[in-house]
Each structure stands twice: as C-alpha cells, then as structure tokens.
C-alpha cells in the first residue's frame, strides 16, 4: 500500500467514528417476508398480516416497519432505469398498497442488493442507488434492508465490503440532504467480513450471520456467536440476529421445530441482545402462543430502553470446552460449541437489572447463580425479583 492509501484510511476512520445520522436509536420493530413467504406473496397477504398485527396489537407493540423482501419487481428495469413492481403481486400499484398498510399503522420498508441482481435475480442497486431511493420512497418507504449478492469483483471495484457499502451509504446522505428524509439502513451482510466492527459507520444494523432457521441449532448457533460480538451494540447500531422464526413450528421445508420453550428464549435473546425484532411468521395462522411471545411487552420494553442502548453479555458460558468453526464460514471460528451457547447473561436496563439463563438440557434443570456474579448488582441491595414470562413477582433476592 502506497504512503498516500495509508494516509486516506487513516482519516476515513476520523471522519466515521461518530456516525450517527438521527435515525434509528432503537433496534428496528416490524415485519419482514422472507422466513414466511419467500418470493410467494402479493398486497392481499401482506394487508392480511397488517390487519392482524394491529388488531392483535403487535402495532401498538411497536412492530411498524413491514419489509418487502425479494422478489417484489419485474426482473428488467424500465427504460429510463427505475424498477418496475410486479403487476400480478401488486394490481394497484405500490403506493395504493402502500397508503392501505398506512391506515393500518403500517409503513412499508424497503429490500434491496448492493450488486447487480438481488439474490433472487431481481434488479439491484449497484449503480441505481440515488434512483432506488427515490423509488422506495416514492413507495413510502423509508428503511432499507440491503443484501450481498451478485456484486462486482473485488478486482473491478478494489473496494472490499465496506467500500462496497459506501455508495448506499452515500446515496442515503445525499437524499437526505435533498430531501429532508434519512432512510434507516440495514446491512445484510451476513456476517462475512467482521460488520459489528465496521458497520456502525455505514448503517443502523448489519446481520452477524448466515440465514436464520426454525431449529434450536440454528438459534443456538447465533447466540453463541453474538455472545462473543454482544459488545457491537448500543444505541444508532445493532447486531442483527435475523428474522424472527417464532410461530414457525411445523412450517416449512423441513418443518421448524422450535417448542415453546425455545421460542420463548429465542425471543428473549434477540431481545435482550439488542437485535432488530423482525416479524417472519404467516399471523393469519398463527398461534395464541406465537402472538403472546411477539406481543411480550415486558421483553419488548428492553429491547425499546430509550435509556440503555448496551446489550446483556454473558457473565458464564457454562459449556464452553469445544473448538468447533461454522462450517458455512469456516474463516471464523469460535472457541466454544456453537450448540452450546453461553447460559448465564446479565446486563442493565432503566427498570431493573437483568438476568437471562438458558437451560441447553432436554430436561428440567435447577440453575443456579450468585448475584454478585453480575456487574449491575449492587452490594448492600434487596431486590424484588420479577418474572417476566409469569408476568409475576418472585420474592426478595439480598447482596
Ligand atoms: C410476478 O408475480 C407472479 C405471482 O406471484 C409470479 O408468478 C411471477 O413469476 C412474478 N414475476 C416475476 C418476474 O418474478
Ligand atoms: C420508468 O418508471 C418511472 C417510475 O415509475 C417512470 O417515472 C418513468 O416514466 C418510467 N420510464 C419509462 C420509459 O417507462
Ligand atoms: C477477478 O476475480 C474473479 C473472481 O475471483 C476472477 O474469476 C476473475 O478472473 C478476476 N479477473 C481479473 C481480470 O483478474
Ligand atoms: C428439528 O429439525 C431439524 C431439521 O429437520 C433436525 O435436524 C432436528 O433434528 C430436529 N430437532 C428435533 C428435536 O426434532
Ligand atoms: C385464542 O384466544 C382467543 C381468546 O382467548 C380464543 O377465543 C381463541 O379460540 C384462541 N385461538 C386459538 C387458535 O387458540
Ligand atoms: C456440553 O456440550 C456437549 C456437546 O454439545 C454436551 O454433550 C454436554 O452435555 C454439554 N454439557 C453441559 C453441562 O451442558
Ligand atoms: C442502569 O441504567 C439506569 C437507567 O439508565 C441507570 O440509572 C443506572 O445507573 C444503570 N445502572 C448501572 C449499574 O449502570
Ligand atoms: C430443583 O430443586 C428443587 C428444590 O431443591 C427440587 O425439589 C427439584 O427436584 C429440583 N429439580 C431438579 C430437576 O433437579
């Protein structure tokens, strides 16, 4: 590297330190289509999923932002460059559609590729990112999901990652500037290249790893890797843990398989943990169950803390004798089992402190620990100990 590249880099990260440009203090809260639908929905099903979040209060809740994901446009651009809504998903248009998720007080929110095709084939930004914007706004569309495929080579751009998020992260400011809008920015990066470093200067979130699915493996694989990045997050950025997979139990293909139980603590750690709470189960068959854990106001209350912005961390891992890599990335690894999370987490929040423990066994366990095992705890304390799945009080607990 020349003496002038190093000088460049160097006042890069002087200039991005700071980066906060007003939106997104807190984790996002909505929806999104992809666990669900994938590419097999249109206006009618996304309306049915927005009444439901209103009547069912998920709205109320905080769940507002309702994301678009793949496979929405025409696979061609049209002549002048601007992307093209399929006719057949959306027969009224998409700012029709969109005024209707309006008056159930939901706001579309945008999905889009760095590349030059989304994952699924369909337009992506590279090049039309000032255009794309202008697009989803003129959808009503203020968040944006930006995903990683189909992107030119590192040899033609000589931008990496990061770089390669740069002209988004561009585009947005300058909207901004013109227009008086800033779009929330959500990286979909997959974890590749290390974004709980790097991505509180692009964006508002950047997902840690591959692909969510319906199974404990799945979930326990992704707390074990934010149990050693919890530190990423805090207000204006978040590590992004995924959609959520709650209600999907018995969907898909193979069937999700979560019990009760393990959705319960998949919510709580996604919550907990700071991450967005995206929505990805079909609300119109879903559960009284499913529709209490998303609905949890005590859980979603953390999660929302307008006083803290800092993630709960683990303070024992509990299980942690095995050297194992994500076999899908096996550039990183991690010095623990990843089917054996941390199970003992601890962490702040403006109304109380907090504890998260995670049985691993397929049987009942008694779990124990010491108060002074967590940094919030003071010495000298009663503490009213208060459950927030019960919704109960639990008695007094002494430092
Ligand atoms: C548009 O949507 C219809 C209905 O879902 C689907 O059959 C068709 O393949 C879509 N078009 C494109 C280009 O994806
Ligand atoms: C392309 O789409 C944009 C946005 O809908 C529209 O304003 C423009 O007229 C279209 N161009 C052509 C050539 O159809
Ligand atoms: C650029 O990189 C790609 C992928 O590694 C490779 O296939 C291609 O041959 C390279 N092109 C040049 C000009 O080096
Ligand atoms: C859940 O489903 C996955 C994927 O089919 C499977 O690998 C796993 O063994 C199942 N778990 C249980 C407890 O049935
Ligand atoms: C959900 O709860 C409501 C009200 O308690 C009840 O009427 C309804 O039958 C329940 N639905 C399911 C699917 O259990
Ligand atoms: C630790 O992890 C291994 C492998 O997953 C498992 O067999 C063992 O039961 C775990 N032990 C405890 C105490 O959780
Ligand atoms: C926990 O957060 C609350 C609310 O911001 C704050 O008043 C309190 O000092 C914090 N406690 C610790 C131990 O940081
Ligand atoms: C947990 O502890 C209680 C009280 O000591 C005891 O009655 C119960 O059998 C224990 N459960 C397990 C699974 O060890």
Known sequence: MTHSGLLTVALLVATTLAFDDGVGKMPAMGYDTYN?????YDAD??????????????VAAGYTQFILDDFYAEKERNKTGYMVPNATMFPDGIPAFSAQMNALGVQLAAYGDRGYATCGGYPGSFGHEYQDLQTWYSWGMTYLKLDN??????NITQQNIYGGYLPMKDAIAEFAQQNGVT????????????????????????R???????????????????????????FFGHNDLDI???????????PGNLTYEETKAHFTAWAFLKSPLIIGTDLTTASNQTLEILGNKDIIQINQDPNVGA????????????????????????????????????????YGVLFMLLNLQDTTQNMSFSLVESWAIRSGRQYSVYDMWLHQDMGIAVR
């Open 149 to 154: 495929c189909n992107f030119p080579y590192d």
């Open 36 to 40: 669900a639908f994938a590419g097999d």
């Open 183 to 206: 779009f929330t920015f959500s990286l979909c990066e997959w974890g590749l290249e290390q974004p709980w470093i790097w991505g509180k200067q692009i964006g508002q979130s950047w």
């Open 244 to 254: 959520l997979e709650v209600g999907n139990d018995g969907k898909g293909t193979p």
């Open 208 to 234: 840690i790893n591959n692909d969510i699915k319906p199974y404990w493996s799945s979930i326990a694989t992704i707390i074990t890797q934010a149990s050693y990045q919890y530190w990423a997050s805090d």
């Open 311 to 350: 993630s709960i961390s683990p303070f024992r891992w509990g299980n942690n004798s095995y050297q194992v890599g994500n076999p899908s990335y096996p550039q990183v690894y991690w010095p623990s089992d990843p089917m054996s999370p941390a199970q003992y987490w601890s962490g702040n929040s403006s």
């Open 45 to 58: 099903l996304c309306l049915a999923q927005a009444k439901i979040m209103q009547e069912s209060g998920l």
